[in-house]
């Protein structure tokens, strides 16, 4: 590689290197992993740097890169172990408490989704791409994006309700509000 284009590589890599750590993190619930996962991008952006002609596009290719990487890596076979408990954060200020809880929870709902489900979810929500940006970057139909996206969020509230044992509490047996187990309406009857 050029000294120019060595330069280049090194000032992106400088000023987005935690950015895609975040993202990598979102995608795969583990900084370990994140880390990995931000080398190999990298390291496939630096094989394809003087290929690409649309340096504008770095983001994009690193996004796609990431995400790809993130569910080649999840049907590795040592990939699918799973941890047993999660040990939670604690917050360093009272203040910052409540936020955090939930930040944690979401992290923890989201380790839960399964891989593919997880990187459209990360890819939309997250990083805010549309659904046509999503499929770009995973490589897939949009429609595949688009029952990701459905499947995912169903996922992510089924562990966000196993994570709140209290947010079920008002639900009746067949899971219709405002109802007591034995099928009477709770108000009024």
């Known amino acids: ?13 400088t ?4 950015h895609t750590r975040r993202v990598a993190y979102l995608l795969c619930g583990d900084w370990h992993r994140a880390d990995d996962l931000t080398q190999i991008a990298f390291v496939k952006l630096y094989g394809a740097w003087e290929r690409i002609r649309d340096h504008g596009a770095l983001d994009a290719y690193v996004r796609s890169t990431l995400a790809r990487s993130v569910v080649d890596e999840s049907r590795r076979p040592w990939r699918r172990e799973r941890v047993v408990e999660i040990l939670p954060e604690t917050a ?3 203040d910052l408490a409540g936020r955090v809880v939930d930040q944690d929870q979401i992290r923890i709902a989201l380790t839960r989704v399964p891989a593919g489900q997880r990187a459209v979810l990360v890819l939309r929500y997250f990083e805010g791409l549309d659904v046509a940006a999503a499929a770009a970057a995973l490589g897939c139909s949009e429609g ?9 969020l169903a996922a992510l509230k089924a562990a966000l309700l196993d994570e709140r044992p209290d947010a079920r509490s008002d639900e009746r047996s067949d899971g219709q509000p405002g109802a007591s187990s034995d099928g009477q309406e709770a108000a009024g009857r």
């Open 144 to 152: 595949n994006v688009k029952s990701q996206t459905a499947r995912g």
């Open 1 to 13: 590689m050029r000294s120019d284009a060595e330069a280049a590589f090194t000032a992106y890599v």
């Open 15 to 18: 000023a987005r290197r935690e």
């Open 92 to 94: 360093a200020f009272d």
